[in-house]
């Protein structure tokens, strides 16, 4: 579960850093650690939203407006491990959005991640939908067996950092 936590500090790091380097418009930088978060992820899983974005956003923002803003990393809340018949072994990292607000402790989304070809990636991605404030996939792997309501009772579980909210909370102590 080190391992797993390492990689998903990484993820956060690192994308906390594409924002800065975003707003400085800094996109050779950006790029490269771009590419740094696809070797961690699952074929595709990201590519979208951190590809494209700097070509529209760049049009929309200001350098003196978005520059000096800071940048908060994700919240990491708690890692469950779960065995999982495609991946052998599967861990739903529950964290929160990209840069938080400091005072709300919230889970928002969960990365699922699996080893492959002995590397450890980040396979789905998942958010909690709002409204019904259940778990929406996203991104990833399409495969049915790998909704977070389908992974069973953990066989492990590492817990971090309390939530502040109602629904997170029943989510971390699950």
């Not at 778990?135 to 971090?160: C, I, N, T």
């Amino acid at each position: 579960m080190k391992e797993v936590k390492e990689i998903i500090e990484y993820f956060i790091d690192t994308e906390e850093k594409i924002e800065v380097l975003l707003r400085n418009r800094n996109l050779i930088e950006h790029n490269i650690l771009v590419d740094k978060i696809l070797e961690i992820s699952g074929e595709d899983l990201f590519l979208a939203e951190k590809k494209f974005e700097p070509l529209s956003m760049i049009l929309e923002m200001s350098i003196k407006e978005n520059a000096n803003l800071s940048v908060a990393p994700r919240y990491l809340f708690k890692i469950s491990e779960h065995n999982n018949e495609k991946y052998g072994t599967v861990w739903a990292c529950y964290v929160s959005f990209s840069n938080p607000n400091e005072s709300i402790k919230k889970i928002n989304e969960c990365f699922l991640v699996a080893s492959i070809n002995d590397e450890l990636k980040i396979v789905s991605d998942f958010i909690v939908s709002s409204d019904a404030k259940e778990w929406k996939h996203v991104d990833g792997d399409e495969d049915k067996s790998l909704r977070l309501h389908s992974l069973g009772k953990p066989v492990k579980v590492a817990r971090y950092l309390e939530p502040n909210d109602e629904w997170s909370l029943k989510e971390y102590l699950k």
